[in-house]
T-cell receptor, first 111, second 111 residues
Framework: NAGVTQTPKFQVLKTGQSMTLQCAQD?????MYWYRQDPGMGLRLIYY???????DKGEVPNGYNVSRLNKREFSLRLESAAPSQTSVYFC??????????FGDGTRLSIL | GESVGLHLPTLSVQEGDNSIINCAYS??????FIWYKQESGKGPQFIID?????DKRQGQRVTVLLNKTVKHLSLQIAATQPGDSAVYFC??????????FGAGTTVTVRA
């Protein structure tokens, strides 16, 4: 049972480079989410997709874009990476109003 | 900003003792609460949830208590084991499916 799979697990970028983080789930969930986690803080919602074909901004969307490619896949793109975007990124999925299931994260460093 | 927070950032517990992790929330409209466990290098893992029409819910070795009068949530872990060492997050939801997370409590189990 794969659950939520995120790729890559680690990435180092230079300021100004672009990058797409991939996320796929095999639980047939309708909703998918992207969070970032910074040291000593809880998770903050970047974007979410309530269902296939829809995306909405969360708490910290600036500097990011998302694509809900199909029901299984939800990608997060950094068009021009900045050091402030150094973080651990988590993807999650769920049925509506049910607990979210998380992947193991992508650790992103921007120099 | 965050509306969910934990009273203590760290908790040290003797193996075999019971653990109590506390969480305060400020949004009186929140109707769903959830606890996650996060081990080092992993994504958050669902432990237990509770809806606002309940004040107690039990799982395997865990109990969640909800006091809506004082906006307080707690997670009790019975007979704490070394494998319980992790960061524990509470999260709340107010009407939609977006979760707001607290900053987390790091639990260390002493042998």
């Amino acid at each position: 049972n794969a659950g939520v799979t995120q790729t890559p697990k680690f990435q180092v970028l230079k300021t100004g480079q672009s990058m797409t983080l991939q996320c796929a789930q095999d639980m047939n969930h309708n909703s998918m989410y992207w969070y970032r986690q910074d040291p000593g803080m809880g998770l903050r919602l970047i974007y979410y997709s309530a269902s296939e074909g829809t995306t909405d901004k969360g708490e910290v969307p600036n500097g990011y874009n998302v694509s809900r490619l199909n029901k299984r896949e939800f990608s997060l793109r950094l068009e021009s990476a900045a050091p402030s975007q150094t973080s651990v990124y988590f993807c999650a999925s769920s049925f509506l109003n049910q607990p979210q299931h998380f992947g193991d994260g992508t650790r992103l460093s921007i120099l | 900003g965050e509306s969910v927070g934990l009273h203590l950032p760290t908790l040290s517990v003797q193996e075999g003792d019971n653990s109590i992790i506390n969480c305060a929330y400020s949004n009186s409209a929140s109707d769903y609460f959830i606890w996650y466990k996060q081990e080092s290098g992993k994504g958050p893992q669902f432990i237990i949830d509770i809806r606002s029409n309940m004040d107690k819910r039990q799982g395997q070795r865990v109990t969640v208590l909800l006091n809506k009068t004082v906006k307080h949530l707690s997670l009790q872990i019975a007979a704490t084991q070394p494998g319980d060492s992790a960061v524990y997050f509470c999260a709340e939801r107010a009407g939609d499916y977006k979760l707001s997370f607290g900053a987390g409590t790091t639990v260390t189990v002493r042998a």
